[in-house]
């Protein structure tokens, strides 16, 4: 299977590597508009013009819809990374052109290796989940500028925990409410605070980007123990004992792509779980857009 991937972020490199260890790929385009990746990666800077039939979409959501749309006329299969698109105006014109034969989103977070883990060997469903991510995204009371992209801690990052989360435990979410936080002249909110429900489970998840270190972790509540699923560190953890139960090996990027590959290899398309969790996540910004 020939890939292309269009929008080389902070993730290109994970996801280059990822395809390079997945069996089944062969051969790999890129695909940029910045002149400095043109020239260092020898890549097109026409998306229109890629040979491949299989595109990975990882540009800013902002323009996720219309790439979706353009690549699908010519016949491709689109690969899109989270979230697919940015509001629910555009979710009900993205069901419009979008079918189990074309379309297969990145739900990366979701394949991390202490959530196979908790999958095979725990699989035991909480009483209620707490999740934490930061990430050091903020300079002077600011966004920095190479993450406004990005569209804001709500939109970019809540999706992934929440991706884990129905894998484990089933797709019937519901959004509830959430609270955010901007600086003064931001677009885009620095912290949000989230409330849904999977199946009966409260979930709540808290994103900071105004913090020096990255923090990502599922917390699942028990009667007599506290399950911590550390993505960043690729570890279950009992914390009630401080208990490793385990801890995965190699790149945490790495990990979630290959996933993330063999997972489209094998499926060829997760529609109706995007959808699901499009349709609920985006509740939280219907009144922002």
């Known amino acids: 299977m020939n890939v292309a991937i269009v929008g ?3 993730a290109f490199s994970k996801q280059f590597k990822a395809l390079k260890e ?3 790929i062969n051969k790999i385009e890129l695909c940029d508009k910045d002149p400095v990746k043109i020239k260092k990666y020898n890549c097109k800077a026409n998306y229109l013009s890629l040979d491949s039939n299989n595109v990975v979409i990882a540009t ?10 353009n690549l699908l006329r010519e016949q491709k299969k689109v690969i899109s990374e989270k979230p697919v698109v940015i509001n629910l105006e555009e979710l009900n014109q993205l069901k419009k052109v979008i079918t189990k034969e074309n379309y297969y989103n990145s739900l990366h977070f979701s394949f991390g290796l ?3 883990y908790f999958i095979k060997n725990i699989n035991i469903k909480p009483d209620k989940i707490y999740c934490y991510i930061s990430d050091n995204y903020v300079k002077d009371e600011h966004i920095k500028k190479e993450q406004i992209g990005l569209c804001g801690s709500y939109l970019d990052e809540v999706i992934n925990p929440l991706s884990a989360i129905c894998r484990m435990f089933g797709y019937n979410m519901r959004f509830i409410s959430n609270e955010k936080k901007k600086y003064l002249n931001d677009e885009f909110d620095y912290y949000s605070l989230s409330n849904f429900e999977v199946d009966d489970i409260s979930v709540q998840v808290e994103v900071l980007w105004d ?3 990255s923090r ?5 509540y028990y009667d007599e123990k506290i399950i911590r699923l550390d993505s960043m560190n690729q570890t279950v953890i009992d914390l009630t004992g401080n208990k490793v139960l385990f801890k995965a090996k190699g790149d945490r990027m790495t990990n979630h792509y290959i996933g993330v590959f063999n997972d489209y290899l094998e499926k060829g398309s997760n529609i109706d779980i995007s959808i699901k969790l499009h349709e609920e996540l985006l509740k939280g910004v219907s009144d922002e857009n």
């Open 60 to 69: 800013s959501p902002k323009y996720h819809l219309e790439i979706i749309e």
């Open 216 to 220: 990502k972790y599922i917390d699942l």
């Open 211 to 213: 913090d020096k270190k």
């Open 22 to 24: 997945t069996s089944g």
């Open 114 to 116: 202490e959530i196979e």
């Open 8 to 10: 080389l972020g902070h």
